[in-house]
C-alpha cells in the first residue's frame, strides 16, 4: 500500500537556523514526488516536483531532494513568512490519478 | 484572474440536508479533483474527473455525488449530510491526470455539519 510519513509534526525555529523536513514513503513505481506549502486557512501551494532519485530542485530558501526511500525539503536561513505547513504527496502505478498525501510538518520560525 | 476558486468559503449545515460545493476553474485543465482534509490524516482523493462527463471514484466516495457537464466546473454534492463529514474540501486541477502531473489547488471550503 502506497505510504507517506512526514517528520517532524511541528518544528520550531529560530530566524536564520537552517534544518530539513523528512518524507518517507513507500509507493509501487514512483512517478512523482510533490511538496507543497500550506498557510493557515489556505489551499495547498505548490513548491516543487521530483521524478528520480538523485534530482534536486531550488527556490529561494528551499532545497527539495529526492532518494529511494525518502525526500528532503531543506530550509536555508528560514524567515519567519517561511512559517506554514509542508505536504509532501507521491504518486504511485497503483491508482493512476491518486496522489498520497502526508500529514504535514509545521514549521514555525521565530524572529 | 485565471485560477481556480471554491464557493461557498464556508458553509454550516445539518445532519440529512443536500449540500453542494462549487469548483472553478480558468486554466482550461483537462482533469479535476476533490479532496477532503481531517485532523491527523493527509489531503484523501474523493472523486475526481478526466473531463466533461468523465468521473472516477478516488480513496473515499461514499456519501459524495459529482458532476461535471462544463470543463471548468466541478461540483461536489454531499446527497443527505452526515456529522462524519465535517471536513475541509478542497478542488484541485491539473493538465494531466497520472501521478507524476502536478495538481494546483483552490482556496478550499470549511465544512461543518450539526
Redesign the interface.
Known sequence: EDQVTQSPEALRLQEGESSSLNCSYTVSGLRGLFWYRQDPGKGPEFLFTLYSAGEEKEKERLKATLTKKESFLHITAPKPEDSATYLCAVGGQTGANNLFFGTGTRLTVIP | DAGITQSPRYKITETGRQVTLMCHQTWSHS?M?WYRQDL??????IY?S?AADIT?K??VPDGYVVSRSKTENFPLTLESATRSQTSVY?C?SGAG????????????TRLLVL
Not at chain 2, 40 to 45: A, K, N, S, T
Not at chain 2, 97 to 108: H, L
Request: proline share 4%; net charge negative; charged share 15%.
Open positions: 482533469y479533483f491527523g490524516h493527509g489531503l484523501r482523493l475526481y478526466a472516477d478516488g480513496e478542497f484541485a491526470g497520472g501521478a507524476q502531473e502536478t495538481q494546483y489547488f483552490g482556496p478550499g
